[in-house]
């Protein structure tokens, strides 16, 4: 007792760094640089997206811009061939493009949907389209002259051709001054003027797209190669604290405990040194030192546990049974869940892990704290009280009411469980006939429809 009481003042003395401290605050530390390296890599991650994004976008752009272009180089191809040839599948096509497929307008609206574009290029694109236009009343114009020198019937004209009205001059020519002047109109100086401005003004837009393109991708790897440095520094962080860690593990750690292994191997008593938990591990295992071997063996024993239920396994039962081998009353318990394989195949060995568990529960809750439960096997359990005679029996029929009660719940969804306990008393300590009579009380307890409880003294009270 001076020796405990002289190492709980000690203890109240000891100095040195917290292990728990240290790891709290480097855990702290680590945690922080984590979350700080990977929000710099989603940046990262945002700022690749957004290139891509912006070339993605000026592809769709510059598609856009072009075709713009090509659906005015494909209503000029349309008229010129049909001013040459007078046939009439042009002049379809013509219309078609310029009220159905609508390409030009529809390049116009699909870029007025990307941020990158700027009022500028639109105004360009929208530039070209409004030349384009311009082009068109020369174009009906044209047209208008080829089919009355066609001799086409006005009426099966389109809307547009058939409403554009010639100037008395133009009417007055004959079909073939009708042709020509048709022909002059769509190849004349004038008319390339305009397919030169409208090639420009698309030119200019696809210029703007390509300076607005590179500015967003400037701005994105500037920002980009930000990220990366700091993630740089955050991770030669993270690697020189590692390396801090490593150092004050062996220094607190490794090193006590290898001059801690050697003392226990040379079974003498700790020196007192290392962390501050190191010192005060040193003084409590010094007061353990000092404890009776048998109290020793004893803590070992109860160490041996099961680990799905955490009850003493099958060995503490053998060795309880040499233990109690003395003039103490006891009462010895046997119990089996009953149908447990029906549980494993029916539901599954994960809800037959969770039946033995909820069964452990349920018989540590019923016991006392110093009785002694026990998973012996697969589905079967043993219980052993001491200092309990035959008088108290209610007091082992109040055991199995209470074990019931614990399992009739079914709130945790797992399937209804039924114990059949058997149960035997001896005066004179674990005997070897003990077992004997239990299991004997058990097999009556399953003889008779299981989920129930029996006690062998109360079966057979002459023997």
């Known amino acids: 007792m001076n020796t405990y009481h002289d190492n709980e003042q000690q203890s109240k003395n000891i100095k040195g760094i917290r292990i728990q401290t240290l790891n709290y605050l480097m855990i702290a530390a680590s945690c922080i640089l984590y979350v700080l390296i990977l929000y710099i890599t ?12 912006n070339i993605e976008t000026y592809t769709v752009c510059s598609q856009d811009a072009n075709s713009l272009e090509r659906a005015s180089d494909y209503l000029t191809e349309q008229v010129r061939l049909y001013v040459i040839t007078a046939d009439p599948e042009y002049m379809d096509a013509y219309i078609d493009e310029l009220y159905t497929a609508m390409r030009r307008e529809r390049a116009l609206e699909d870029l007025k949907d990307h941020d990158i574009i700027s009022e500028e290029s639109l105004s360009y694109l929208q530039q070209a389209l409004d030349e384009s236009n311009e082009l068109t009343a020369t174009e009906f114009y044209a047209m208008r002259l080829v089919g009355e020198a066609a001799g086409y019937d006005t009426e099966s004209l389109p809307a547009a051709v058939k409403n554009t009205v010639l100037s008395e001059e133009d009417a007055a020519l004959t079909p073939d001054g009708k042709m020509q002047k048709a022909q002059t109109m769509v190849f004349d100086s004038e008319y390339l003027h305009m397919k030169e401005l409208i090639k420009e003004n698309t030119s200019s837009c696809l210029s703007s797209i390509i300076a607005a393109t590179l500015n967003a991708q400037d701005i994105s ?189 079914t709130d945790d969804g797992l399937p209804k469980v039924t114990l059949s306990i058997g149960a035997a008393y001896s005066e004179n300590g674990f005997t070897e006939k003990l077992y004997v009579l239990a299991d004997k009380a058990l097999y009556h307890v399953k003889e008779n429809g299981r989920d129930g409880y029996a006690l062998y003294q109360d079966l057979f009270p002459d023997s």
């Open 221 to 409: 790897i500037s920002a980009m190669e930000q990220s990366l440095c700091k993630q740089r520094i955050y991770i030669s962080i993270l690697f020189f604290l590692n390396i801090v860690t490593f150092v004050m593990i062996i220094v607190l750690i490794v090193k006590p405990l290898k001059i801690y292994v050697n003392c226990i191997k040379e079974e003498k008593m700790l020196s007192i040194l290392g962390s501050y938990e190191f010192k005060y591990l040193a003084l409590t295992y010094n007061d353990i030192y000092n404890l009776n071997k048998v109290n020793e063996t004893m803590l070992r024993q109860k160490a041996e546990h099961d680990p799905l239920t955490g009850l003493a396994n099958r060995s503490t039962f053998d060795r309880l049974k040499v233990i109690l081998k003395h003039d103490t009353p006891l009462v010895l318990f046997l119990i089996d869940v009953d149908y447990f394989k029906g549980v494993n195949d029916t539901y599954g060995h994960k809800a037959g892990d969770q039946v033995l568990t909820k069964v452990a529960n349920a018989l540590q809750k019923s016991f006392r704290s110093q009785d002694f439960v026990m998973r012996i096997g697969g589905d079967e359990f043993a219980a052993v009280m001491t200092q309990i005679t035959l008088e108290q029996r209610s007091v082992l029929d109040q055991k199995a009411v209470l074990i019931k009660e614990f399992l009739s719940g």
């Open 42 to 53: 989603i940046q990262v991650s945002i700022r690749y997206s957004t290139l891509t994004k």
